[in-house]
């Protein structure tokens, strides 16, 4: 995959749909993103294969315990967490997820083996209509209570 660094007249990235770019965290994680539609400017965080922190095991990276996803890096709205974009990822105590998005996608959080998880709160959107395969597997010390009422399925 090609990670698009085009700026258009307006200082907004220019890319096409499947690219991927770069942005930071509210708390100055780099980020993988992967453009859904170029034409309606929307992405998703993640490129639907690896996690989606640019250096996640840099001991720096780690120290980070929040991640806030933002809703519009580089002019992109943010309306997917994609496949594993997450995965495996222990350390954070808790993830702030943006209200543009509507779909966490198969295993976007899971954890591959054991039990252990440091997470101990996540922020869903109140727009969230699907919660994909494995999403949230093997993370059992926090229980997935605030399930936003919006017609919400889970697969």
Partial sequence: ??????????????????DTFIAKSTEGLQLTFKVISESAKTCQLGDGVDICIFEPYASSTREIKTLTIPDMPNGYKVTTIGR??????QWLTKIVIPQTVTVLDDKAFCISYGN????????LPDGLTTIGERCFSNRVKWPL?????????IR
């Fill in 1 to 18: 995959m090609a990670v698009a660094v085009l700026l258009g007249s307006t200082g907004m990235m220019r890319a096409a749909d499947g």
């Fill in 145 to 153: 209570t605030a399930i936003p009422s919006g017609g919400t399925s």
């Fill in 84 to 89: 594993k974009a997450l995965y495996d990822v």
């Fill in 116 to 123: 252990y998880d440091a997470l101990e709160e996540m922020i």
